[in-house]
């Protein structure tokens, strides 16, 4: 800090400073309509940038200009102060500086208008005053204004930032650099500009900043004027254009942009230049209308599509021949893109040419092997150089039942674990596979079952271009029948191709529930032989047995529905937890209890329970009378518990379903029993008095679960209405120890309305006007019908409609309910106060809600700026946290005995206050 000019005298913020001569460079070079908005300046434009120069009386000018520079959009370079033209003088006279200094006993009309301007800026401006020590050095800056947006940056109020030290409040301001550079802004009158300047820091009051700001910082007597602004996100996209740009030069592809409608180059990569064959320079291609280039290198019938494509504005991809001499051509694949400017017209295509010579000619040989490999009744193995798996074909699948996700990566011998005839023999193959020669011989290895696998292996090598060793691919052909010694029983096999065929027959049609998918598979079972009964048991939550299907050859079965008793059913889940099983009747006493209730007469009984998730969800069930047939139906257990896997496969989901519905039914009963639910209000204000007029009425439920879940799960087991109504009635009960003279809020759907009279039992009980606000979740079929029901309920209930500007589904509600209020969706109204095309759908909300009779109400409103801007562009009410969050009734019910005007928020004066703060 060493060499600063001696202390000078501080000046007020609305002192002018010393004359200068500048020079304001930007990006651009701009065109004499925008020059004319820097009249008092001279322009020279050189090398894409615009320097403006010339005179400017003081500070508050300069400012002045560079706040016309952003207006503008214009890019901002840097700002320097220049040598003064000569004879013009560097420092003002004594006179004028005792001038400046003589102080002013009261502020002007301007200077008021100065501070509400700043106020209003949405960047952060500030001003602080040099402290210097006995030797005139600065030593730390003193804070004297920040505006409100410099404020919310850093999370302080008014009182807390004023006089405090710059340095305490921003610990990083002298390790960035920054508190320097501040300093000689002070001490020399140089402005200080940067672009993209990176600064994190933890504040004094512990909140922390990062970003990318763009700063400017003023000379203002003694004083430091500086604004800056959080570009954290434009550097981001910057760094992603470049990432982006990086990749397009790297490409393989050839890629380049052209103008319209010349279809002139305006961008090449140096693929398309080099790689393609051209062997130029990327520049030289520039300018070069782009079909003319390729004219002679595509056929004349591409040419020609590409100037049809070129004249549609429409993307195309196509493939052709790139004809690089008479000798050498390459196939390419070919993609036009049009690009559009900001107004939606044509302004060129983005080209992406690939060569895809190599990959065509692979797939042409790939298309010739793929019918050998897939179909081959052989397996086939390819394995890497190091013997790992790389693929199979689904002959390997089907012979050793292993899917081909489960090997992938392993060695053959880890999966199979295979060896040979010999131990001479394994060595073989064991050094064919290192060396890559050629191998033929016997192995065998166990399938996934555990059963025989008896392989004839062939092993040959793969090699590269190079001759390199790449991996080897094995062709083994199935031995396991050769090898078999035990036949399989007559009966068995006759079982097995009747379940199999009766499954066949018994498959539901399409779009049947349950219980006729269950009665189809036992209607067609019981036409077959050896089966005489047949049954689909579904296992409740509830440790029931219900049969959900039955069918038999002769008698009256019992009717579906029928559920077991206790203690037959107990006895039917314990042995399907173990899995299939069957028994003689005569030699087990507990299959009496069953057959009583499933079919009397039967001789045996086999149960095959049908599993999902390891849980068994039911069971089927055949049987037979035949006194004969009954032990081999004992004995062919495989048989039955292959077909309830298979019946398991139609029905498992369903029944799945059907036990999660009993149980969440169980579980809403309890909770409408029980009462598991409390009401809570949020109030709504008039935006312009900050006065409650209303609350809405949400539900919370003591499980936790989300409202707009809980009602879902009513729903789907038919018990909506239910809960609803019930909901619905605890809100008003509880809601009329609210503040009289307010409306209340309830959340409703259109399915309830079909019965307005149950509706109106519990609306009736209100104490105060309701407004019913229809839940955008359920499409409304019947509008009139809606509207009637609504009519039916009472003169004092209204209709809102919410979630405004989230979809055209909500307009087509606003136009056929005909509501009273319409609720602005939260995505409007988050940042509205920034956001000039939020701004412009509220004011197009507005618009429609008034030629639509209605009212508008903003939902999720937060901040005071929110507020006010909604204010400002005609809504009239608003909800949110910055008025107040859902709250138990006792928050609000202290308010029951004040009258109307006194019936205002709790931070309605806060807000005010900050209001008057802003103003001053």
């Not at 672009?195 to 007597?221: I, S």
């Not at 990566?409 to 060896?419: A, F, N, P, Q, W």
């Not at 008698?555 to 206790?566: H, V």
Request: net charge negative; hydrophobic share 40%.
């Amino acid at each position: 800090m060493h060499g600063h000019p001696p202390r000078r005298e501080p000046q007020r913020m609305d002192d002018p400073h010393d004359s200068g001569r500048y020079e304001i460079r930007v990006r651009g070079l701009l065109s004499d309509t925008l020059l004319g908005a820097f009249p008092e300046l001279h322009a020279r434009r050189r090398n894409r940038v615009t320097s403006l120069v010339g005179e400017l009386p003081d500070q508050a000018a300069l400012h002045g200009v560079l706040a016309r520079v952003e207006a503008l959009g214009l890019e901002l370079v840097d700002v320097r102060r220049i040598s003064p033209r000569s004879g013009a003088p560097s420092e003002p006279d004594a006179e004028a500086r005792t001038r400046r200094r003589r102080p002013r006993t009261a502020p002007s009309a301007s200077e008021g208008l100065l501070r509400g301007s700043l106020e209003s800026l949405t960047d952060p401006f500030g001003v602080a005053s040099a402290v210097r020590d006995k030797a005139g050095n600065i030593t730390d800056h003193r804070i004297d204004y920040f505006n409100l947006a410099a404020r919310i940056w850093a999370g302080v109020s008014e009182e807390q930032i004023i006089g405090a030290s710059a340095r305490m409040v921003y610990p990083a301001l002298g390790p960035s650099g920054l508190f320097d550079a501040f300093s000689r802004v002070i001490e020399t009158g140089e402005p200080f500009v940067r672009t993209a300047f990176e600064y994190a820091d933890v504040l004094a009051n512990g909140r922390a900043v990062r970003g990318h700001y763009d700063l400017q910082a003023l000379k203002f007597g003694d004083r430091v004027i500086v604004i800056w602004r959080d570009v954290t996100e434009r550097e981001a996209v910057l760094r992603e254009r470049e990432r982006l740009s990086s990749i397009v030069e790297e490409s393989p592809d050839g890629i380049l942009t052209t103008d319209f409608p010349e279809l002139r180059i305006t961008y090449v990569n140096p693929a398309f230049a080099g790689d393609l064959g051209l062997d130029v320079e990327p520049s030289s291609l520039l300018g070069q209308p782009v079909l003319e280039l390729v004219d002679g290198i595509l056929d004349a019938n591409t040419v020609a599509t590409l100037w049809e494509v070129a004249s549609s504005g429409k993307p195309w991809l196509g493939e052709a021949e790139w004809r690089i001499s008479e000798e050498r051509s390459h196939r390419v694949e070919i993609r036009t893109t049009p690009r559009l400017a900001a107004d939606g017209t044509l302004e060129g295509y983005l080209v992406v040419v690939r060569d895809v010579t190599s990959l065509r000619e692979a797939e042409g040989h790939l298309a010739r092997l793929a019918p050998v490999v897939e179909h081959a009744l052989d397996f086939i193995i390819v394995t890497d150089r190091d013997g790992r798996i790389e693929s199979v074909n689904p002959a390997f699948e089907r012979l050793t039942g292993y899917p081909a996700e489960e090997v992938l990566g392993r060695t053959v011998s880890s999966v199979l674990g295979s060896r040979v005839e010999s131990r001479e023999a394994e060595r073989s193959l064991d050094g064919a596979r290192r060396r890559g020669d050629v191998w033929t011989g016997n192995v065998a290895g166990r399938r996934k079952d555990g059963s025989l696998l008896a392989v004839g292996l062939s092993l040959a090598p793969i090699r590269n271009a190079a001759g390199e060793l790449i991996g080897t691919v094995e062709i083994g052909r199935d031995r396991s029948r050769e090898l078999e010694v035990e036949a399989e029983h007559e009966r068995e096999s006759q079982i097995r191709t009747v379940l199999a065929q009766g499954l066949g027959n018994g498959n539901p049609a399409p779009g049947a529930t349950l219980e006729q998918a269950a009665q189809a598979i036992c209607d067609a079972l019981v036409v077959l032989p050896f089966i005489d009964m047949a049954a689909i048991e579904a296992f409740t939550h509830a440790d029931d047995v219900e049969i959900l299907a039955l069918a038999a050859t002769a008698g009256e079965p019992p009717i579906a529905g029928t559920t077991l008793d206790p203690a037959t059913a107990a006895i039917v889940r314990e042995r399907s937890a173990g899995g299939p099983w069957a028994h003689l009747v005569a030699s087990d006493p507990a299959a009496a209890g069953i057959l009583v209730t499933v079919e009397p007469g039967l001789r045996a009984i086999a149960y095959g329970p049908i599993v999902r998730g390891g849980q068994a969800l039911g069971a089927l069930v055949i049987g037979t009378v035949d006194d004969r047939v009954a032990p081999m139906l004992v004995e062919q257990q495989p048989g039955v518990a292959s077909f309830s896997a298979t019946a398991g496969a139609l029905l498992a989901e369903g029944l799945q379903t059907r036990r999660r519905k009993d149980a969440l039914r169980e579980e809403i009963r309890a909770t409408l029993a029980s009462g598991a639910f409390r009401p809570v209000f949020q109030p709504i204000v008039d935006l312009e008095t900050r006065e409650i007029v209303g609350y809405e009425a949400l539900t919370r439920f003591d499980s936790g679960q989300r409202a707009d879940l809980c009602f879902a799960d009513a729903w789907s087991v038919d018990l909506g209405v239910e809960l609803e109504l019930a909901t619905l009635a605890c809100a008003v009960a509880v809601g009329s120890r609210l503040p009289a003279g307010r409306w209340l809020d309830l959340n409703i759907s259109p399915r309830l309305l079909a019965d307005p009279r149950r509706v109106a039992d519990v609306l009736h009980a209100a104490d105060r006007p309701l407004v019913l606000e229809i839940t955008e979740h359920d499409k409304i079929e019947d509008y009139p019908a809606v509207r009637e029901a609504v009519r039916a309920l009472g003169k004092d209930v209204r209709i809102a409609v919410d979630d405004a500007g989230a979809g055209v589904a909500n307009f087509g509600h606003i136009i056929e309910l005909h509501p009273d209020f319409v609720k602005l969706d939260l995505g409007l109204v988050r940042r509205v106060n920034a956001n000039m095309g939020r701004q412009a759908m509220v004011v197009g909300m507005r618009h429609f809600s008034r030629s639509a009779g209605c009212r508008l109400v903003a939902e999720g409103v937060e901040t005071v700026a929110e507020a006010r801007t909604l204010d400002e562009l005609g809504v009239e009410f608003g909800q949110g946290f910055l008025f107040g969050g859902p709250e138990p009734v006792e928050k609000w019910a202290v308010r029951r005995s004040h009258d109307a005007e006194e019936g205002q928020l709790m931070l309605s004066n806060l807000l005010e206050d900050q209001t008057d703060e802003g103003a001053s």
